[in-house]
């Protein structure tokens, strides 16, 4: 599943973040990342995905050289992280929890000074650099305002916006559209496939399925500090087909036919029937080889239910969401961990 594919090589034959074994145990004894092996594709969208207190936000601060990872290693760029953190830095814009923003200065002069600690910003063209930031993110009308009276949504734009002061050949944002409305996280969501689109990386953590499936390319699940899978979105649904769901006025006879075809944990409600289908065979997704011993035909399947005098009323499988990956990888809910 996160076996390198063709395009991602040929861009470039390093990853834009690798890591092995990464592993943090805080100083209290708690270990927030465990022999995390993550690989991030070069031109990827790559969404961290797991609930609050998996280890996202610790696997970040490692990658970006902020606290010291308890062992093993990781690359950013193809160089090794915190090693290479003066060459490597300047080349990924980062928003990590909650930028440090002065209340005092307006979101326009925080920028000018992010641009300023920036040894290879040239000050002649900073003042563009910050008006296309601003745009970029949304805040020109908000520029002037001090940063302390804008809302969490818009210190988030903010912060975002200082990681697009230069054109960045990787983005890490963790938790972009946090305290964003609707609109604000619709508006993030563009911005990343426009500069996905530009050939920036954009590796982002957020404990929200849906965004990640809007948006990212690739991703991995995180459970309590460990990996549990990562690959392509595509991939990680289709491994995780949804459930059958067929509706009949005959729900015995469905049943009988169902199980004689493997579907198993059968759940009847009324005229609704819900149930697992056998396993998909590892594979592409889309089209199984023809003739080739593969995931049961759905096609088949519905017409033995025609063909056992079962009145078929509808007939599919229920979209398999990212949650239902999570929940069937970990046997877990997507909630806080303890
Ligand atoms: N500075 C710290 N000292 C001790 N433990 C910490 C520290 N920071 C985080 N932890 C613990 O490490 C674990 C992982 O936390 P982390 O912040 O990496 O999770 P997260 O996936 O980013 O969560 P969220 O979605 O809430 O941002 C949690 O159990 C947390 O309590
Ligand atoms: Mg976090």
């Known amino acids: 599943m996160d076996q390198p594919s063709a395009q991602d090589t ?7 973040i690798e890591t092995r074994g990464l592993t943090k145990r805080y100083r209290g004894g708690q270990l927030a990342v465990s022999s ?26 490692m990658l970006m050289g902020l606290i010291e990872a308890s062992s093993g290693g990781a690359r950013v760029l193809g160089e090794p992280m915190p090693r290479a953190a003066r060459t490597v830095l300047p080349k990924v814009g980062a928003l990590i929890e909650g930028p440090a923003l002065y209340g005092f200065l307006s979101g326009r002069d925080n920028l000018a000074r992010f641009d300023a600690a920036d040894p290879t910003a040239d000050p002649r063209s900073r003042a563009r650099r910050i008006d296309a930031a601003l745009d970029r993110v949304g805040l020109t009308a908000a520029a002037g ?6 809302s969490l949504g818009m210190k988030q734009r903010l912060g975002l916006a200082s990681a697009l002061l230069q054109p960045r050949e990787l983005l890490i944002l963790d938790e972009p559209t946090n305290g964003l409305d609707p609109q604000g996280m619709r ?11 530009d050939g920036t990386t954009v590796f982002l953590s957020s404990h929200l399925l849906d965004e990640i499936e809007q948006v990212c390319t690739h991703a991995a699940v995180m459970a309590q500090g460990r990996l ?6 595509a991939e990680l649904v289709a491994a995780s087909r949804g459930r059958l769901a067929v509706t009949t006025p005959d729900p015995a006879e469905a049943v009988r036919i169902l199980k004689e075809h493997g579907v198993t944990d059968l759940v009847v409600q009324d005229e ?18 023809q003739g080739a011993e593969g995931p049961l035909d759905l096609a088949e399947l519905n017409a033995a239910l025609v063909h056992g005098g079962v009145r078929v009323r509808s007939f599919g499988t229920e979209r398999a969401s990212l949650e239902d990956v999570f929940v069937s990888l970990t046997g877990e809910g997507f909630d806080v961990a303890g």
């Not at 995390?36 to 601060?61: A, E, H, M, Q």
């Not at 305002?145 to 804008?150: E, G, H, I, V």
């Not at 609704?272 to 080889?289: H, K, M, N, Q």
């Open 187 to 197: 508006e993030i969501r563009t911005l990343v496939r426009e500069l996905a689109e």
């Open 36 to 61: 995390l092996d993550l690989r991030v594709p070069r031109g990827s969208v790559f969404g961290f995905l797991g609930p609050n207190g998996s280890g996202k936000t610790t696997t970040i601060r």
């Open 145 to 150: 305002k001090k940063a302390r009276a804008y």
């Open 228 to 233: 549990i899978t990562q690959g392509t979105v």
């Open 10 to 16: 040929a861009a470039s034959p390093a990853a834009a």
């Open 272 to 289: 609704r029937i819900t149930g697992e289908l056998p396993s998909v065979e590892a594979g592409p997704p889309e089209e199984p080889p």
